[in-house]
């Protein structure tokens, strides 16, 4: 994996006959507090290496886009005007910056149902924003999002309830527990495994050294940490990287266990 270009909005990445590019949909200020420990409990207090925006956490939102010059998938879709704008809905931006034509984009893969990572379908003047979109993966726990504002994009929804290939080099994995249809995508390259989650770590200075912290909005707490466990671990194996939704913009790492916990190495320097 091998960073070949960036910008104020977006950054990409050589993945052996891939390319892969993080799209930065802005930040969301939260309180410390949505922070949990196993009991279910607030943190006492928050170690040091964990930085705060005054008195918040400050969350990147990054979506992913992935090609083999012919196929894509765009993993997630920012907020678009829906939530914390005008600091998100940044990824219509990022994808004019990396030269990518929303236009022609036919499939999109949704890690869960929540606004920040789904909103972007619509845009904000209410149109569609993937005028050729064809399909829309999305687990099956979370299909009940395409309602209201996303109902026009309901006919394209794929539900997914099991590994299941999206094309020759991504494989959607239900990994429930953040919500019902948490959804992580594992793209394959003869550069190795890419695994792109939406909210498994919400804190990184936090969650990996200390994977067993939760967040307030997970719904099945333990579910979310047990599937957590489960993917750091993976990670751990050679040729691994991991993309997340909120990880440090662009998003893109190696990981290695630490301890009891786990260290994360970004690819890139910050961007935004």
Known sequence: MRLV????????FEFGDLQVISLRDGYIDMPPTRLRDEDGCTLDELPAAVPLAGDNLRLSVN?????????????DTG????????????????????????AQITDVAITHKHEDHVSGLIAPDGSEAFTKLERVWIGAGDTSVFTGRLEPIRDRVVSVSEKVAINDWATALPTPGHTPGHTVYEVRSGAGHLLVWGDTVHVPTLQFDQPNVSWELDGDQSQARAARAALLEQLTRPHHFVAGAHLDSPGIARV???????ALEYLAPPIG
């Open 79 to 102: 907020a678009s005007n829906v939530w914390h704008d005008p600091t998100m809905g940044l990824i219509y931006d990022a994808l004019d910056e990396a030269g990518i034509d929303r």
């Open 256 to 262: 290695t266990a630490s301890g009891d916990g786990y």
């Open 5 to 12: 270009s960036s910008g104020r909005h977006h950054a990409t």
């Open 63 to 75: 979506a992913f886009f992935v090609t083999d010059g012919t196929r894509s998938v765009l993993i």
